[in-house]
């Protein structure tokens, strides 16, 4: 994999590109300034966490069918331990096994089981949804705050909710003492089979 990472008078660009993909990246973005006005999840009162419907038995079920129809997490994925619901919120409490390598900040290890719980807000609570995981193609912000620069801990809590506007989801992670980690504002997704592959045609002479 590499990154590329551009200037011109509109800003910082980047893209991340697989060897001999260069036309056609897998994922790119701008980059903004630390005092940019991005969407930050405020901090929480612990107390929070405990509030709402229990949906715990409802999400798991909805994971079984994810399993069979998008396949289960790897064994050293986070697992969602607790999930509950309040006002449109959901609020999850994930962990990772004990011993299991982590200090990432952007971890597959622990989005695995955020895609899944979105996936359950999108439709598996009512019942509605197929098992297959939709997958987040955009968003309009990633906040990450000076407390996980060493990366996440082995156990967090994330909430999610919709955007007022219903433009995309609103996703935050935070330790066990309330305190925000990360940020992930107006998130996208779509199923795989509508997603356009991103390509970069160059212009003949």
Same mark, same amino acid.
């Given at each position: 994999?590499?990154?590329?990472?551009?200037?011109?008078?509109?800003?910082?660009?980047?893209?991340?590109?697989?060897?001999?993909?260069?036309?056609?990246?897998?994922?790119?973005?701008?980059?903004?300034?630390?005092?940019?006005?991005?969407?930050?999840?405020?901090?929480?009162?612990?107390?929070?966490?405990?509030?709402?419907?229990?949906?715990?038995?409802?999400?798991?079920?909805?994971?079984?069918?994810?399993?069979?129809?998008?396949?289960?997490?790897?064994?050293?994925?986070?697992?969602?331990?607790?999930?509950? +619901?309040?006002?449109?919120?959901?609020?999850?409490?994930?962990?990772?096994?004990?011993?299991?390598?982590?200090?990432?900040?952007?971890?597959?290890?622990?989005?695995?089981?955020?895609?899944?719980?979105?996936? +359950?807000?999108?439709?598996?609570?009512?019942?509605?949804?197929?098992g297959a995981l939709p997958f987040p193609y955009a968003m309009e912000s990633v906040t990450l705050e000076p407390a996980a620069q060493a990366g996440l801990p082995e156990a967090l809590w994330l909430r999610l909710w919709r955007r007022a506007?219903?433009?995309?989801?609103?996703?935050?992670?935070?330790?066990?003492?309330?305190?925000?980690?990360?940020?992930?504002?107006?998130?996208?997704?779509?199923?795989?089979?509508?997603?356009?592959?991103?390509?970069?045609?160059?212009?003949?002479?």
């Amino acid at each position: 994999m590499r990154l590329a990472v551009r200037q011109d008078s509109a800003g910082l660009f980047y893209q991340v590109t697989a060897d001999g993909e260069e036309a056609a990246p897998c994922h790119l973005g701008e980059l903004l300034p630390q005092d940019a006005e991005a969407f930050r999840a405020p901090t929480l009162d612990a107390a929070t966490f405990a509030a709402g419907a229990d949906v715990l038995s409802a999400f798991r079920t909805f994971a079984a069918r994810c399993a069979t129809h998008s396949g289960p997490p790897a064994p050293e994925a986070a697992a969602v331990q607790e999930l509950r +619901f309040e006002d449109g919120v959901l609020t999850a409490r994930l962990t990772r096994p004990a011993g299991a390598a982590h200090g990432m900040v952007i971890d597959p290890l622990y989005l695995d089981a955020v895609w899944r719980v979105l996936a +359950f807000a999108e439709g598996g609570e009512s019942g509605t949804g197929s098992g297959a995981l939709p997958f987040p193609y955009a968003m309009e912000s990633v906040t990450l705050e000076p407390a996980a620069q060493a990366g996440l801990p082995e156990a967090l809590w994330l909430r999610l909710w919709r955007r007022a506007d219903d433009s995309g989801w609103t996703l935050s992670l935070h330790d066990a003492g309330g305190q925000t980690l990360l940020t992930l504002d107006g998130v996208l997704t779509a199923p795989h089979d509508a997603l356009a592959e991103i390509r970069f045609e160059e212009e003949p002479l």
